[in-house]
Nanobody, 124 residues
Framework: QVQLVESGGGLVPAGGSLRLSCAAS????????MGWFRQAPGKEREFVAA????????SYADSVKGRFTVSRDNAKNTVYLQMNSLKPEDTAVYYC?????????????????WGQGTQVTVSS
C-alpha cells in the first residue's frame, strides 16, 4: 500500500506560480513512478506530468510544457509540481498518483495509488 498526500494548492492570480508537493509513505518511494493529473469542474481527469522512479525521465501534457516542471526527492519521499505562468484554465483539483511499474505513462488506469487532491484556482 502507498499513501499519498498532496499539498500546496491555493488561489493565485493569472501569471503567478505555485508548487505542489506530494508526500508518499508505505512503500519504497524510489521504486515508484509518479504522475500528476488534474480535473476541472465538469471535465474528465487529465494527465499533467509524470516522472520515472529515478527522476531521469519526465513527460508532460502539451498544455503545460514549458510552464510546469515535475521533480522528485527520493530522500524525502516527495514529488513536486512547479507551476509557473499559471492561466485560469489551469484551475482544477490536482492529484498525484503512484505507479509501481518502472515505466512512465500518461494513462490514468495504469496508476495504482492516488492522493485526495489539492485545489488550484487561478483568477483572471
Amino acid at each position: 500500500q502507498v499513501q499519498l498526500v498532496e499539498s500546496g494548492g491555493g488561489l493565485v492570480p493569472a501569471g503567478g506560480s505555485l508548487r505542489l508537493s506530494c508526500a508518499a509513505s508505505g512503500r519504497t518511494f524510489s521504486t515508484l513512478s509518479m504522475g500528476w493529473f488534474r480535473q476541472a469542474p465538469g471535465k474528465e481527469r487529465e494527465f499533467v506530468a509524470a516522472i520515472r522512479w529515478s527522476g531521469g525521465f519526465t513527460s508532460y501534457a502539451d498544455s503545460v510544457k514549458g510552464r510546469f516542471t515535475v521533480s522528485r526527492d527520493n530522500a524525502k519521499n516527495t514529488v513536486y509540481l512547479q507551476m509557473n505562468s499559471l492561466k485560469p484554465e489551469d484551475t482544477a483539483v490536482y492529484y498525484c498518483a503512484a505507479d509501481v511499474s518502472p515505466l512512465v505513462t500518461m494513462r490514468e488506469d495504469r496508476y495504482d495509488y492516488w492522493g485526495q487532491g489539492t485545489q488550484v484556482t487561478v483568477s483572471s
